[in-house]
């Protein structure tokens, strides 16, 4: 393998390095993988205006995503089964996210739990909710969170079912995997990834196992889900959960203006334009698409956040440029997790901030912060994101 320059060189590097079901399982969208694929597709549209001759020494990509101070704004998104990427994978993304200065969001399936996470930092993680109809569990779940000192919860909207990711049944994806020979081959064939495992106890949903009751396999995710997750999930909700958090609240996979004027009314500190990576509403539009509508209908009054598509510095601006406060990547850190442990997060979000920052000097900027549509060149921008 050469020299690792971009995002899709830790994603070429990861699928030789991770077993199939799992690197599968990080590639994969709903479906027809339309929206997965729109959410990339439709950044490309979107052109940058090159300005020149302005002085752009002394460039800053600080910024802030609800009042928490961040060296760029991109935060890792929740992603579940992380620890299947590479061993101990939540623990190591979240020290590389520490270091470099941006939030770590762990998801509620994660493998490594929340009391491992706190072990191994020291600033706080933010917390991402799923809510089960076990009340008493997610109840137990915000308690653990706010015990672990988390600084905010990010509660996911949009998966209170499961979308189906046709690769996933295929490979009889499961955490940990089974033995069949399928999958004994799959890993037999990436021995780095079997030598991490072994050396960790770490295996299963950590969050779940043990502290929900009657949960002893959460072998199955869709079987778990469909059983687990609650389908009343409403709107009236978000309220106690706020009130028994108590702390920053961040709605996630908001995709339309008016579930965003919902939002607002929740009183919650920010919301995520997203859509789940594309891995749910498959035929959905792409997360940057709908972003200027939404930013349009919340105005200042709450922070808006995006994800999805985003594998670049150039995204990020993009996203930045047509209203959003803050961005968040997925796939991009699992890949650099998958292809070099934490070190591959770190080189993740480095690539990320390179592009990031030579990107705002050629567009003739030197504050992050200070970026707006006039950065974009509008007639196409209106057309991709139309
Ligand atoms: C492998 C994988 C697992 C995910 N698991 C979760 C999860 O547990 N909770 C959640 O809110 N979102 C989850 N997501 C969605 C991400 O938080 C985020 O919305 C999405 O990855 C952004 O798109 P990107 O991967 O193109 O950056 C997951 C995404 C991926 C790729």
Request: charged share 25%.
């Amino acid at each position: 393998m050469g020299a690792i320059l971009e995002i899709n060189d830790l994603k070429k590097l990861a699928e030789r390095r991770v077993p199939k079901m799992f690197f599968d399982y990080a590639n994969s969208g709903a479906w027809t993988e339309s929206t997965y694929r729109a959410n990339e597709e439709d950044f490309a549209k979107i052109k940058l205006r090159q300005r020149v001759l302005v002085d752009i020494t002394d460039r800053s990509l600080a910024s802030t995503m609800i009042g928490q101070e961040v060296t760029m704004p991109v935060a890792l998104a929740p992603t579940g089964l992380t620890g299947m990427q590479h061993a101990d994978g939540e623990m190591l993304a979240a020290r590389a996210a520490e270091e470099f200065g941006v939030p770590f969001t762990l998801s509620t399936m994660s493998i490594c739990s929340i009391e491992d996470i706190a072990s191994v930092t020291k600033k706080p993680f933010w917390f991402q909710l799923y809510v089960m109809r076990d009340r008493d569990f997610v109840l137990n779940l915000i308690d653990r969170a706010k015990a672990a000192g988390c600084s905010a919860l990010v509660l996911t909207l949009d998966l209170q079912i499961l979308g189906q990711r046709h690769k996933d049944l295929r490979n009889g994806l499961s955490a940990p995997p089974k033995f069949t020979p399928k999958h004994i081959y799959q890993m037999a064939t990436r021995p780095r990834w079997c030598l991490g495992m072994l050396g960790t106890s770490r295996r299963t949903f950590r969050n779940i196992v043990g502290h929900a009751k009657g949960v002893g396999d959460l072998s199955s995710l869709s079987a778990w889900t469909n059983e687990q997750f609650d389908p009343r999930l409403s709107w009236d909700d978000v309220a106690w959960i706020k009130e028994r958090w108590g702390g920053k609240l961040i709605l996630k996979g908001i995709l339309d203006k008016e579930d965003a004027l919902m939002a607002l009314k929740t009183g919650a500190d920010a919301i995520i334009v997203s859509n789940h990576g594309g891995r749910q509403l498959d035929g959905a539009p792409s997360s940057i698409s709908v972003l200027p509508e939404i930013v349009e209908a919340v105005g200042d009054r709450l922070e808006v956040h995006l994800d999805g598509g985003i594998r670049s510095g150039q995204d990020v601006l993009k996203a930045l440029c047509l209203g959003a406060r803050g961005t968040y990547i997925g796939r991009p850190f699992l890949y650099g997790l998958g292809a070099l442990g934490k070190e591959g997060v770190t080189l993740a979000l480095e690539i990320i901030r390179k592009e990031l920052d030579i990107t705002l000097a050629l567009c003739g900027k030197r504050n992050i912060q200070d970026v707006g549509p006039d950065l974009l060149y509008r007639t196409v921008a209106r057309e991709a994101v139309a």
